[in-house]
């Protein structure tokens, strides 16, 4: 069995949206924030899924860095070509998005 399938849609849902508001506070410029969403997490579900949580993140900022250390960076046509998938994912928003 799917692990997705293993939990009712509407839980899923409720994590996803938590997940998403501790991604997007851990990465904002907001100290407070982050640390409201680390509170939120632990509340809502547990240390163990604030470590998962802060683990992945903390992994592509990782690679990020990794592959900016290396000179790795996105082709111009390449960038041109994922503009209208950024601009719906709203992946411009980002700070890290400067680079």
Same mark, same amino acid.
């Given at each position: 069995?799917?692990?997705?399938?293993? &939990?009712?849609?509407?839980?899923?849902?409720?994590?996803?949206?938590?997940?998403?508001?501790?991604?997007?506070?851990?990465?904002?410029?907001?100290?407070?924030?982050?640390?409201?969403?680390?509170?939120?997490?632990?509340?809502? #579900?547990?240390?163990?899924?604030?470590?998962?949580?802060?683990?992945?993140?903390?992994?592509?900022?990782?690679?990020?860095?990794?592959?900016?250390?290396?000179?790795?960076? #996105?082709?111009? %046509?390449? &960038?041109?070509?994922?503009?209208?998938?950024?601009?719906?994912?709203? #992946?411009? %928003?980002?700070?890290?998005?400067?680079?």
């Amino acid at each position: 069995m799917m692990l997705r399938a293993s &939990i009712p849609a509407d839980e899923s849902d409720s994590r996803r949206a938590m997940l998403e508001a501790f991604v997007a506070a851990v990465v904002g410029d907001d100290p407070d924030a982050a640390d409201a969403a680390r509170a939120m997490l632990v509340d809502q #579900l547990g240390p163990e899924w604030l470590v998962d949580a802060a683990a992945v993140v903390a992994n592509f900022e990782m690679m990020t860095r990794l592959a900016d250390g290396t000179g790795a960076r #996105l082709l111009p %046509q390449r &960038i041109e070509q994922a503009a209208a998938l950024r601009a719906e994912l709203g #992946l411009d %928003q980002f700070p890290s998005a400067r680079h």
